[in-house]
């Protein structure tokens, strides 16, 4: 690496982390942090005001903003939507591998096969690929860069391969030692850096060009990790005590150890207002629950508690007296009497003036309650995570909780979509590497590794399973969909496959008998409330009559195949 071409990664670094390192990502951060204060800048409420040059009025301001800050109160919904949002998304992958390349047809135009060496490098893919997902913490790492995504817009998990792992030759470089390939697999590691030490540059086409990973070494120095690709081979540079860049190259067909997710951030600025409001409700709260708890008093005309005494600098005189004040008693079961102020009016008449105590009443912790409780809705509106107030609303309708729950999985959406991506990247990457550590760089170069995961949600409930049902019964939807969306089968295919066994394991002319009364029973009630819901759908009735003449004939055949014991 020249000293030019460093320079230009290093400006490439530098323009994103400038982007990065914008003011209102680093308040997002500190906000997952539990950082709500954030030096002042997390309070919108009232500041006191002081003219320029002022110094007594700058110090009272700073008094009364540190006696705010000691009594302020935050509710991090922020943190608690980016957890919630990432533990939707970041599930155990299904992971798969299948051939580059495509599987055609004989002259019959029967589908082609894979070989059996094919098969038995796919096995042995699959087994690889397991025995690093098992020894390595997989998800705990992709949770880290989901919620990082969601977050800031940017997610970053990197595949390494830490000293621990690896022996020194005689000249003191390290390697990976030849073993097979489940063994020598689980060396590499997975972790998910901070998106402000890490991530991946693109270029104009929006490509990956170059990787980087700021890091500290034993002295404490922040050291430099660059990444970027030659041809087929993956160069990683790493910088060293002196400044000088060691590398070292792997065969990943252009792969780099470094991916970086982006999606939308889900916390924008109307999303910040809204909890720098739920804060300062709080806090206002908590100052109210000290009013009421300890009441302030305005004494009127009244002379404090205290007596008499003669002054002691004027012993000799009997009618120098100076008042010695005593405190004012409060708690149960005292009682204080309040004298009034007396003074002469100039006549030599004495007089005196009711004394009167006031109270400071709080106010209405109803104001506050209806405030947490609005601004909580439309938090939680704004980062589509509404359906989390209507679960246990009873005054919500189905259909509302039906449309919370609908733009919660859309939201979801980005970042799956954005995870599939990585996951495909980490297992394919992981694959090459162990290949590459085992001796044999191209082992798996005619293999891809396909990955997929399925966001969790809240399951549905039984009105919308039976719903569900009646729409695939309509053939308004097909099985595998209805399987899905009922959120308990994440694998149509194998679930048909076990149903059509239990089928055949079931079958036998009186057992068939009882299917087939069964059968008639569901179909009689199922097709009333089906021609029911086409019509509160609009289906005009030729359609719905037509729908239903055709359940009627493949019921039909099924009973026929049932009762043939078929």
Request: hydrophobic share 35%; glycine share 8%.
């Amino acid at each position: 690496m020249t000293a030019a071409q460093l320079e230009t990664i290093k400006r490439a670094i530098s323009r994103q982390q400038t982007a990065y390192s914008v003011d209102f990502t680093k308040s997002i951060r500190a906000f997952l942090s539990g950082d709500h204060w954030q030096d002042g800048a997390g309070w919108s409420g009232p500041r006191p005001k002081f003219a320029a040059g002022d110094t007594k009025g700058a110090e009272e301001a700073a008094r009364v903003l540190n006696e705010i800050q000691r009594t302020f109160v935050s509710q991090n919904l922020i943190g608690e939507c980016a957890v919630r949002h990432a533990d939707s998304v970041a599930t155990e992958p299904s992971v798969g591998v299948s051939l580059r390349r495509e599987l055609g047809t004989d002259h019959s135009g029967t589908p082609e096969q894979p070989t059996d060496e094919e098969k038995a490098r796919m096995r042995e893919a699959n087994a690889a690929i397991t025995a690093w997902m098992d020894a390595r913490d997989l998800m705990r790492h992709v949770h880290t860069a989901v919620k990082h995504t969601v977050s800031t817009g940017r997610g970053v998990l990197r595949l390494f391969i830490p000293a621990s792992a690896t022996e020194v030759d005689a000249t003191g470089a390290r390697f990976v030692p030849r073993a097979t390939l489940e063994e020598v697999i689980t060396r590499v590691y997975l972790h998910a850096p901070d998106p402000e030490s890490a991530g991946v540059t693109v270029d104009i086409d929006g490509n990956p060009q170059y990787a980087y990973l700021y890091f500290k070494d034993l002295e404490d120095k922040t050291r430099l990790e660059l990444q970027y690709t030659e041809g087929q081979r993956t160069v990683i540079a790493i910088e060293g005590q002196d400044g000088a860049y060691q590398e070292v190259q792997y065969p990943l067909a252009g792969a780099l150890l470094t991916y970086e997710m982006t999606r939308a951030s889900l916390f924008t600025p109307q999303v910040v207002s809204l909890q720098k409001l739920i804060n300062k409700v709080h806090t206002m709260l908590s100052r109210n629950t000290d009013t009421a708890g300890f009441l302030e008093r305005t004494i009127e005309n009244g002379v404090p508690p205290g007596h008499e005494e003669q002054d002691p600098n004027r012993p000799n005189d009997p009618d120098a007296r100076v008042f010695i004040r005593t405190p004012y008693q409060t708690g149960a079961g005292v009682t204080n009497f309040l004298a009034p102020y007396v003074f002469d009016d100039g006549k030599g008449n004495k007089v005196a003036i009711p004394a009167r105590a006031n109270f400071r009443e709080p106010v209405s912790v109803n104001t506050f309650v209806d405030s947490i409780e609005n601004t909580e809705r439309a938090f939680y509106k704004e980062v589509k995570q509404l359906h989390v107030l209507l679960s246990g609303d009873a005054s919500s309708s189905g259909r509302s909780r039906q449309q919370a729950m609908n733009d919660y999985r859309s939201s979801l959406r980005p970042t799956v979509d954005a995870l599939n991506g990585a996951m495909r990247w980490l297992f394919n990457t992981v694959l090459r590497l162990g290949a590459h550590f085992a001796g044999d760089a191209e082992r798996f170069a005619g293999l891809r590794a396909v990955a997929t995961t399925r966001p969790e949600v809240t399951f549905v409930d039984g009105d919308e399973i039976r719903t569900l049902i009646e729409m695939h019964a309509a053939g308004l939807i097909s099985r595998e969909s209805a399987m899905l969306a009922t959120q308990r089968v994440t694998d149509p295919q194998a679930e048909r496959a076990a149903l059509k066994t239990e089928s055949l394991e079931d079958r036998g002319i009186g057992d068939a008998n009882k299917r087939r009364d069964s059968i008639s029973q569901a179909v009689q009630v199922g097709l009333y409330s089906q021609a029911a819901g086409l019509r509160e759908l609009g289906v005009a009735d030729t359609d719905v009559q037509r729908i239903i003449d055709e359940r009627l004939t493949e019921t039909a055949a099924l009973e026929a195949g049932i009762g043939a014991g078929q």
